[in-house]
């Protein structure tokens, strides 16, 4: 049977102990490190190298959502899981954005918990009940939304799709007009054609919708 090694981060030092206690009791846990804070649990993360991270969101030094993401980011083979107790959307999609693979509400049964960890190291998600349905509401809004925006995109005109490559490419007006060779006012025009297509507000809003689709640096001629 594979021992599951896991990291506990909370700042709460009876809850700490509990879930400690609670984790050590099952047969295929190991419990390699319980630290009060996140950045001592990203420290003992380096150093223990657990298969899966369980951490509280709201943490003095650095918080569950920056652990989360500098997790990800130095150990990616490490899961996280966030216990929490607030439910509310910003808190969850941002822990989603971070890399966490599961969301457990801290009023969760042990059995609950153990059941997150365990598809945490599988490499399954795992979010309390309830929570799920909000999940996908959001992604169902955004995949409308970018639906919605990929219809936009056939109204742009070739040259208004170059201009729009190069805007999101970081390109002034000036170096789009030096580029496509054409004037600096038919560079204005053709911005303002896009932002009213696109129904964006200026040009970076514009560049990071065509960076959300695909549009963008790539294989774009020097400035």
């Not at 102990?17 to 420290?43: K, T």
């Not at 609950?112 to 365990?118: G, N, P, R």
């Not at 190069?166 to 025009?189: E, F, M, P, S, W």
Request: hydrophobic share 45%; charged share 30%; glycine share 6%.
């Amino acid at each position: 049977m594979e021992q599951i090694r896991i990291l506990i981060a909370e700042d709460e030092r009876v809850l700490l102990e509990a879930l400690r206690d609670r984790l050590s009791d099952e047969p295929d846990i190991e419990v390699v490190a319980a630290c009060l804070n996140g950045r001592d649990g990203l420290i003992d993360a380096m150093t223990h190298r657990p298969h899966v991270v369980l951490t509280d969101l709201r943490m003095p030094r650095m918080d569950g959502i920056e652990l989360a993401r500098q997790i990800r980011e130095k150990l990616p083979e490490v899961a996280v899981v966030v216990l929490t107790a607030f439910d509310d959307d910003e808190d969850l999609f941002a822990a989603i954005k971070a890399g966490a693979v599961g969301y457990v509400l801290k009023d969760a049964s042990p059995a609950q918990i153990v059941q997150a960890l365990h598809a945490a190291r599988a490499g399954e998600g795992f979010l309390s009940a309830g929570l799920t349905a909000r999940v996908m509401k959001e992604f169902g809004r955004i995949d409308t939304l970018i639906r919605g925006q990929k219809q936009i995109f056939t109204q742009l005109t070739r040259r208004e799709t170059e201009v729009l490559e190069l805007l999101a490419a970081g390109r002034t007006n000036r170096q789009i007009a030096q580029q496509l060779t054409i004037a600096d006012k038919t560079v204005r025009n053709h911005v303002s054609a896009i932002l009213a297509k696109l129904q964006a507000n200026d040009r970076t809003e514009a560049a990071l919708i065509a960076a959300r689709h695909g549009l963008g640096p790539r294989d774009l001629p020097p400035r």
